[in-house]
């Protein structure tokens, strides 16, 4: 197992719910949980992970999210049981797409 | 005036078969050999240093004739030259260990092709050359015109016509080649009949035929299991839809073999129905039976299919759908290898594919360090025919993106689809391929890219679609490869504003760009999720070989 943190500014998200959870953990996929966070115009990210050594990756992975999507007041928790960049950006976009209603 | 030749020199090949058949009369053996006189016959027919072409292809297989060759004696038959379509059994190889055959002319590898690295290291093998499909048969009324070819056909009757069942596959290109120059046709059937279902070989092209002691083998190689179908595949299968088969309009083309194209085949019915498309896109088709398909031709979405091969388990269904396949008057499928890559390479607007590495310039190889896995058919339907004057919308559009309005041809659709990672984490997206450190050492001629960059069109990956053909600078093909390049080193290696204002000019588009929510690529979408739901799809007429059934 490995845990990572991240932290990216990113614009304001208007929520549509109080959280959303998208996947589940088997192999190859992730389970991803986004809450409310603290910082209106930060996105916090706790990753526990059961590859390791992915750690450069899973931060360009997040940060292209953070930058493409307004994801500020979140916090984002996600379960990986090694899903590929491919499985994380779509459970990603999922799990925003229910946090949001749709609107993105 | 040139001085007339002595006669009996223009007709040195016949002479050389009359005297085979007279060796194998010698030995007292008829038309119908038994299984247990193969190897005499063999030895009788075939003179050290002829072509031999050894039917097999990825599907069906004269496995019985090829291992009575393997097993003949190498002072009788040594340094043959085989000419084969694919190198897929073991006994293709023993061929050359045990030195009975010293050169090899070929296609396609697959699980033999470590083996074969090996022999061509250890120089016990000479490879004339690897050619696509097409090339191969076109070298049989060539330069490389058999003199004996065995075969394989399901069934004989007395007078040793065949009928070769479904998976007619390569055997006309094969016989046609060497009953016209002199050679020697000898068939492996499965069983011999009093009255055939049709004749797809007539007797007089037959020299002999033997009942094999067991059925060819058949690889179910085009059968797709739903239920491995990941959502990624499903988004993939949404962007290549709406983004390519749309914009498009591809209604003529073929599929390679794999999930990313099995996912677009079960979303047919219902995504691309949904998107109004049936009847628009992907109505004919140059493809092998996909049980994947069974879906979209039920809900009325394809209107003719001719293909190279059969499918082990799709005989009834093909059978019961003859508007759509090609069969016989019996029922039963006919197919032709030969035509339907001449179908795929003249007659469609579009193929897409999967590959295992693509580079810079858009060059894409299967080749990996250690093995020879060749070319098959994907390069003669993967690449823009010069031969093609006819137009259709698709043609024409492709043509004016590349070369403007005043285009004087259309271009080919020729679409690589793929994850930015495979299994392990390999990057798809390389810098240099393997195919050049095999080329180094194996000492071949050239790299053995499987689809040329300048061929490619359009690449397909979870971030998106690249449009290649409107680029206008290697540069920008760089960079719009790198801006679907995901977080592969290569494409994390982007210039971001150069693929940002790629993406302004629509040669880069994301699934957002294409007014796709990400919340609908599930699995949900598949018109079938695994092989029980194709069963009933086709009310029971598909029948699964057993490794498919888990219920």
Known sequence: ???????????????????????????????????????????????????????KIWEAVIAEFASRHPVGGTRIAINDMGATPAVVTLRLGQALGDYTGGAQ | MNAPHSPGAWDTRRQGRMRRIERAASLGVARQVPASRIGELLEAVIEPGDRVCLEGNNQKQADFLSEALADCNPERLHDLHMLQSVLALPSHVDLFERGIASKLDFSFSGPQGARLARLVQDRQIEIGAIHTYLELFGRYFVDLTPNVCLIAAQSADAAGNLYTGPNT????????????????????????????????????????????????YIEPLFTRDPAQITDVQVLMAMMALKGI????????LNHGIGFDTAAIELLLPTYATELGLKGKICTHWALNPHPTLIPAIESGCV?????????????NYIAARSDIFFTGADGSMRSNRAFSQTAGLYACDMFIGSTLQIDLAGNSSTATMGRITGFGGAPNMGSDPHGRRHASPA?????????????????????????????HMAPVFVEELDAWKLK????????????????????????????????????EREQAIRGVAGFTPVGMARDRKMVEQLRQRGIIRRAEDLGIDPRR????????????????????????????RNW
């Open chain 2, 395 to 423: 043609w024409l559009k492709a043509g004016r993106e590349a070369g403007g309005p005043d285009a004087i041809r259309g271009r080919k659709l020729v679409v690589q689809m793929v994850e930015t990672f495979r299994e």
């Open chain 1, 1 to 55: 197992m490995e845990n990572l943190e991240f932290r990216f500014a990113a614009q304001p998200v208007k929520p549509a719910a109080g959280a959303a959870l998208c996947g589940v953990v088997g192999s190859g996929n992730l389970e991803i949980l986004i809450r409310p966070g603290d910082e209106a115009d930060a996105c916090t990210v706790v990753v526990k992970t059961s590859a390791r050594g992915f750690g």
């Open chain 2, 303 to 315: 209107e003719s299919i001719h293909s190279f091969g059969s499918e082990v388990g799709m005989e």
């Open chain 2, 521 to 548: 690529a599930n699995r949900d979408l598949l018109a079938a999720r695994s092989v029980k739901d194709l069963v009933r799809w086709s009310g029971g007429l598909y029948a699964p070989p057993a490794r498919f």
């Open chain 2, 440 to 475: 180094e050492s194996m000492g071949m001629e050239l790299p053995p890219i499987m689809i040329y960059g300048d061929d490619v069109t359009h690449i397909v990956t979870e971030e998106g679609i690249a449009n290649l053909l409107l680029c206008r600078t290697p540069e």
């Open chain 2, 169 to 216: 596959e390569d055997t006309p290109a094969i016989v046609e080649a060497t009953a016209f120059k002199g050679g020697i046709v000898i068939a492996q059937v499965n069983e011999l009949v009093d009255k055939l279902p049709r004749v797809d070989v007539p007797a007089d092209w037959v020299d002999f035929y033997v009942v094999a002691p067991r059925p060819n």
């Open chain 2, 245 to 252: 088969y749309a914009e498009y309009g591809v209604k003529r």
